[in-house]
């Protein structure tokens, strides 16, 4: 492609970077607004039972992990010799069918099906623009150009699902789900206008992709994203009730301490990106143990207001550093099929979300306290961070000496 003038340059990253912030709004908006939607779908159960009521629908936030989960190598698989833009927009595109069909959908069976389909090109995306910014941003920029797909999911987590969700309180869920499908619509006339044509991998193939499956790293780096990261969902999917239970402090807050965790996610996605360019390999085996530490931290001084806010950052920074290097070690293992190892990790964390949560609620239900799901997450982390050892010993010396795959050249 032609070369870039700086201008062309950010304007196609920040296209990049405003889809990553439409998933975020679309995969996160659910938790704040999951009374509303039961209320509106489930009135009889809801009028019987709130808890119950809201408990049925939580499944919408279960449906949306599961369709992250099939789509992510599906997709790969699918668009191995499809232009990198034009994935894209085709991803783009099922987005806000997905979307506008779960504003629009008149059941609660229905909207389960649209959050599915909603959901089904959401790790698709994230690998194929990850490798798309790489490539814009040039040679050795793997991690960088993650962290501008990741950018947009954490500012989302910032600035957009508090006010969305604030929105969708005032003005009805289905008002927030159509505001999302226009971010989308925004999005894809933005890819469309800055994002330079970009072709697939000269040998890519839906037989390559999957060919990624058959190593065993390939696994192995999925299972440090899953069980590993699942420490930071243990803590993030209960930190209201640690803000009100443990801390004391009213509901109110909630969305406050959210946003020292996604001001740490921004800070901490942004360093993961430039520390894993240089060098992968010590980016994540010295990410884990701060990862852990952090966990630590937040478990200890949580129950206070200042304590629980600096908790709250420490952690949210310390898991996003570790985003983008896991993605580009993914990529790295799976050298024949980058949109496969770009999406599985998608995939990964998603499983990490499930897991978290599930092994968080268990001891919470044990009676141990909103306090023990932070313990769990150590836990998890520490298995994660064996994992990421273990993967590097098995690794040749050849290979650990030798750079990540570089992206095609801008």
């Known amino acids: 492609m032609s070369p870039l003038t700086p201008a062309q340059r950010w304007s196609a990253l920040l296209a990049l970077a405003l889809g990553g912030f439409a998933i975020g709004l679309t995969e996160f908006v659910a938790m704040g607004l999951l009374p509303d939607i039961a ?19 939580g499944w919408m936030i279960s449906v949306y992990a599961l369709g992250v989960v099939v789509g992510a190598p599906l997709f790969a698989a699918l ?34 099906v649209a959050r599915f389909v909603a959901a089904l090109p959401h790790g698709a995306y994230f690998g ?17 150009g993650f962290a501008v797909s990741l ?9 957009g699902v508090p006010v969305i969700t604030h929105v969708g309180q005032s003005s009805g869920w289905r008002v927030a789900y159509l505001i999302i499908a226009i971010i989308f619509a925004l999005t894809l006339f933005a890819v469309l206008a800055t994002v330079p044509a970009i072709a697939a991998h000269p040998n890519g193939s839906a037989r390559s992709e999957l060919r990624a499956f058959r190593a065993p790293q390939v696994w192995l780096v999925a299972g440090i994203a899953s069980i590993g990261f699942g420490g930071f969902f ?45 060098d992968l390999r010590r980016s994540m085996l010295s990410g884990f143990p701060v ?6 931290v937040f478990a200890l001084v949580s129950r206070w207001t200042a304590g629980l806010y600096v908790g709250a950052f420490l ?50 239900a ?45």
């Open 39 to 57: 209320r509106s779908l489930l009135p009889t159960l809801y009028a019987r039972s709130t808890s119950e009521a809201v408990a049925q629908a």
């Open 291 to 296: 990862f852990i530490a952090s966990m630590v």
């Open 366 to 410: 044990g009676g141990l306290g909103y306090v023990a799901p932070t313990w769990v997450g150590v836990g998890l982390g520490l298995i994660g961070f064996a994992l990421a050892g273990i993967s590097y010993a098995l690794e040749s010396p050849r290979r650990r000496s030798a750079q990540a795959p570089l992206p095609e050249s801008a």
């Open 234 to 278: 243990a803590i993030d999917s209960y930190i209201a009730p640690v803000t009100t239970h443990v801390a004391g402090l009213p509901a109110s807050t909630v969305p406050w301490v959210l946003v020292a965790v996604g001001l740490g996610m921004t800070i901490g996605n942004a360093a993961g990106g430039w520390a894993s360019d240089r």
């Open 128 to 144: 194929a623009a990850g490798l798309v910014a790489a490539s814009i941003m040039g040679p050795g920029s793997h991690g960088k």
């Open 151 to 159: 950018g947009g999911l954490t500012v989302a987590n910032v600035i």
């Open 79 to 112: 668009t191995a010799r499809v232009p990198r833009k034009k994935i894209l927009l085709g991803l783009l595109a099922l987005f806000i069918v997905g979307t506008a069909a779960s504003a629009a959908a008149p059941t609660f069976g229905l909207v389960l």
């Open 315 to 364: 952690v949210g920074a310390a898991s996003l550093f570790l985003g983008p290097a896991l993605q580009s070690r993914l990529i790295q293992v799976a050298p024949g099929a980058q949109m496969m190892g770009a999406a599985v990790n998608q995939s990964a964390m998603n499983v990490a979300n499930s897991l978290g949560a599930l092994l968080g609620g268990v001891v919470i």
